[in-house]
């Protein structure tokens, strides 16, 4: 799930390859301090409405601007409260430097809300090609200026420069792409009062983006308060890798999954049938991914950051694992905001943000380090989540069983081969040598599952999704 940004384009705070590579732990920690703050207050901007917009019937031109108007105003009152916090806020970390970088990102709250509509309005259109090609762009922009000012020794404040120039290239995207069907810039009093509904559907989403960014961001404020910017460093290298897979492939397959189900909403038979389908794409795309970074987490960090980051490979590979479940949590989202119940979505993000912050605790408590903190994460997923998981399927109208036998089977599917590469960790070799036995085993058996293994059917299933998504 995306917490803040444009619904399906992604512009929330994280750490790009090219300025981890080049910045330090320490420096990567700074950026992970203000992006915490910044991924927290960005969808009050936002404040839901977008996904309102998905999600309702019909919506009219005047709606649509004075939901803009509300968006404008609450990003003015976000960003001036933000500028007297910065150094209160930086005392409290004690990195003075993140005043400033706040300032810099805490743009973006005065820039986003001119887009959120249109964004909204594409999403509703299941425009995915166009919204795709707005994020490549967005994206792009921001790996050019991160790249450029982190080699002119800019330091965390080149992250975040290249989120502000994420955030302003998606919303001109978004403005040009929907110019022709946006023409009301001067609603009336009526039109406030007709956008009330949406308000109510956004204030329960902005709740639960709320929670849900607390259950994957909390740990980090934790984890920098407690072991450090270093530390925090290391973490947030080994949870930008837990959530690429979901945010960059798992996107692929549920981008369709909200409006899909808010047209499916009344159809129980169809919806379980496209709930299951959906579950069983993402399963067969993620969990060979997170086996992979598991099994090569090591050369991933050595090749990709270098040896300074080495610390990281043990954080990454406790976090692949973690990664497991949260394929199978990916739909339900999608699912709740699709059935119109954004408040049952906050309770779930909130109970389990609760959860997560419980064991980080616990676990912090007995043995403060940083791959600790990386179990505390793990271990709440595979004991609580899953529960939780079944626990919501039922009150959506779904079975959740046959999804956890699938992703029961994969794994055993998969087990042999992480079990066969496993074995040469203790081969005596050249580093390239072994890594690429190892990827040939992993490789060639993942290949023998997907073309003439029990892998066949859902592998098949889940190419025909992708040429379904793409002609949408």
Same mark, same amino acid.
């Given at each position: 799930m995306v917490a803040g940004g444009h619904p399906g384009i992604r512009t929330v705070p994280d750490t790009s390859d090219c300025f981890t590579r080049l910045a330090g732990p320490a420096e990567a920690g700074e950026y992970a301090l203000a992006a915490v703050v910044l991924g927290f207050l960005v969808p009050v901007a936002e404040a839901g409405l977008s996904q309102a917009i998905v999600q309702a019937r019909s919506i009219t031109p005047g709606q649509l601007a004075a939901l803009t108007w509300i968006n404008l105003l609450l990003g003015v009152l976000i960003f001036s409260a933000l500028w007297f916090a910065g150094n209160v806020l930086a005392a409290w970390f004690n990195q003075p430097s993140i005043s400033h970088l706040l300032g810099v990102m805490g743009l973006s709250l005065l820039i986003t809300p001119l887009g959120t509509q249109h964004a909204g309005l594409l999403?509703?259109?299941?425009?995915?090609? #166009?919204?795709?090609? &707005?994020?490549?762009?967005?994206?792009?922009?921001?790996?050019?200026?991160?790249?450029? #000012?982190? =080699?002119?020794?800019?330091?965390?404040?080149?992250?975040?420069?290249?989120?502000?120039?994420?955030? &302003?290239?998606?919303?001109?995207?978004?403005?040009?792409?929907?110019? =022709?069907?946006?023409?009301?810039?001067?609603?009336?009093?009526?039109? @406030?009062?007709?956008?009330?509904?949406?308000?109510?559907?956004? #204030?329960?989403?902005?709740?639960?983006?709320?929670?849900?960014?607390? =259950?994957?961001?909390?740990?980090?404020?934790?984890?920098?308060?407690?072991?450090?910017?270093?530390?925090?460093?290391?973490?947030?290298?080994?949870?930008?890798?837990?959530?690429l897979p979901t945010?960059?492939?798992?996107?692929?397959?549920?981008?369709?999954?909200?409006?899909? @189900?808010?047209?499916?909403?009344?159809?129980?038979?169809?919806?379980?049938?496209?709930?299951?389908?959906?579950?069983?794409?993402? &399963?067969?795309?993620? @969990?060979?991914?997170?086996?992979?970074?598991?099994?090569? =987490?090591?050369?991933?960090?050595?090749?990709?950051?270098g040896a300074a980051w080495l610390p990281a490979v043990p954080v990454l590979t406790i976090l692949a694992i973690g990664g497991l479940v949260r394929s199978c949590s990916a739909v339900f989202p999608q699912l709740l905001k699709g059935l119109g119940n954004p408040r049952l979505l906050f309770i779930w993000m909130l109970v389990w943000s609760a959860v997560l912050i419980l064991f980080l605790s616990v676990f912090l408590v007995a043995r403060p380090t940083v791959e600790s903190a990386a179990w505390s994460r793990t271990a709440a997923k595979f004991l609580v989540e899953l529960a939780l998981l079944w626990w919501l399927a039922g009150r959506c109208g779904v079975r959740f069983t046959p999804v956890l036998t699938y992703a029961w089977q994969m794994a055993l599917w998969l087990l042999p081969l992480l079990a066969g590469c496993s074995l040469l960790v203790l081969a005596d070799g050249h580093f390239w040598a072994v890594l690429s036995i190892k990827a040939v085993i992993f490789g060639g058996g993942l290949l023998w599952l997907m073309q003439k293994g029990p892998l066949r059917p859902a592998w098949s299933s889940l190419i025909a999704s992708f040429g379904i998504e793409r002609n949408a």
């Open positions: 999403t509703r259109s299941m425009q995915f090609d #166009l919204i795709a090609r &707005i994020e490549v762009v967005s994206w792009a922009g921001s790996f050019v200026v991160t790249a450029a #000012l982190a =080699s002119q020794g800019w330091g965390a404040m080149a992250m975040g420069a290249g989120f502000l120039a994420r955030n &302003i290239l998606a919303t001109a995207g978004c403005l040009v792409a929907v110019r =022709s069907s946006y023409a009301c810039w001067a609603p009336r009093m009526a039109h @406030f009062r007709e956008a009330l509904p949406y308000v109510r559907f956004g #204030l329960y989403d902005l709740a639960s983006r709320w929670a849900d960014f607390a =259950s994957n961001y909390a740990d980090k404020l934790i984890v920098g308060k407690w072991l450090g910017a270093t530390a925090l460093g290391l973490y947030n290298l080994g949870f930008t890798f837990l959530m945010a960059r492939l798992g996107y692929i397959v549920t981008r369709v999954g909200f409006p899909v @189900f808010a047209r499916l909403r009344d159809n129980k038979p169809a919806l379980q049938h496209y709930f299951n389908k959906l579950s069983r794409d993402m &399963i067969t795309l993620l @969990f060979p991914v997170y086996a992979g970074l598991a099994l090569f =987490s090591r050369e991933l960090v050595l090749i990709v950051f």
